[in-house]
């Protein structure tokens, strides 16, 4: 059974930074593609970055590039959102998921396998 234990959300001012991490046990963590997804009160779920399984691809949406980055350490199987100049409209749970087998970045909800239980990232004003 796979797990994915997202950590490091929280309550920060605007222009602050946040590093989400997202631990994933059950299976080699390398044979992963995986994403950040968010999902804000009353709205559905967003992509936000993908990185695939080696590392050398990433892909941002368009509101968080240039601010945030994903990043991974197979060594530790844990995938990392860096956050940066935070807004309030980032706020949202943020959820990280895998995608099994893949090779390549995926950008859509339905191209994943497993998801994570989410973290809370709170940005005032």
């Known amino acids: 059974q796979v797990q994915l234990v997202e950590s490091g959300g929280g309550l920060v001012q605007a222009g602050g930074s946040l590093r989400l991490s997202c631990a994933v046990s059950?299976?080699?963590?390398?044979?992963?593609?995986m994403g950040w997804f968010r999902q804000a009160p009353g709205k559905e779920r967003e992509f936000v970055a993908a990185?695939?399984?080696?590392?050398?691809?990433?892909r941002y949406a368009g509101s968080v590039k240039g601010r945030f980055t994903v990043s991974r350490d197979n060594a530790k199987n844990t995938v990392y959102l860096q956050m940066n100049s935070l807004k309030p409209e980032d706020t949202a749970v943020y959820y990280c998921?895998?995608?099994?087998?893949?090779?390549?970045?995926?950008?859509?909800?339905?191209?994943?396998?497993?998801w994570g239980q989410g973290t809370q990232v709170t940005v005032s004003s």
């Open positions: 990185i695939n399984r080696s590392g050398s691809s990433t």
């Open positions: 998921a895998a995608r099994f087998g893949s090779m390549v970045v995926h950008d859509t909800v339905n191209e994943y396998n497993y």
């Open positions: 059950g299976r080699t963590f390398s044979v992963y593609a």
